[in-house]
Nanobody, 120 residues
Framework: VQLQASGGGLVQAGGSLRLSCAAS????????MAWYRQAPGKQRELVAV???????NYADSVKGRFTISRDNAKNTVYLQMNSLKLEDTAVYYC???????????????WGQGTQVTVSS
């Protein structure tokens, strides 16, 4: 199983970016999908999470600006980021709890990270 993240880049403050993360491989089901981020010198933090039944939670710092969504048919999670701020600059990682077989417990998988840089 692999998670492939894309969509990062350089954007001016106030701008928007859309991140995507596609899971591939031997997948039976995906429960939780999430986005984390890690800024230089800081710990990795949860940005947004969405369950298979579309329950959603956001970090307080991104509420009202970021939107997480998923396409179960494509095993893909998205993060629409609007009104970006300088402090949103970080490497963004996707994460998913994936079952590869019915009788096996889900395992955590991480994407490779995609850099988001917000400039003034």
């Amino acid at each position: 199983v692999q998670l492939q993240a894309s969509g990062g880049g350089l954007v001016q403050a106030g701008g928007s970016l859309r991140l995507s993360c596609a899971a591939s491989g031997s997948i039976f089901s995906i429960n939780v999908m999430a986005w984390y981020r890690q800024a230089p010198g800081k710990q990795r933090e949860l940005v947004a999470v969405i369950t298979s039944d579309t329950r959603i939670n956001y970090a307080d710092s991104v509420k009202g600006r970021f939107t997480i969504s998923r396409d179960n048919a494509k095993n893909t999670v998205y993060l629409q980021m609007n009104s970006l701020k300088l402090e949103d600059t970080a490497v963004y990682y996707c994460n998913a709890d994936i079952k590869t077989k019915l009788r096996l417990p889900p395992q955590h998988y991480w994407g490779q990270g995609t850099q988001v840089t917000v400039s003034s």
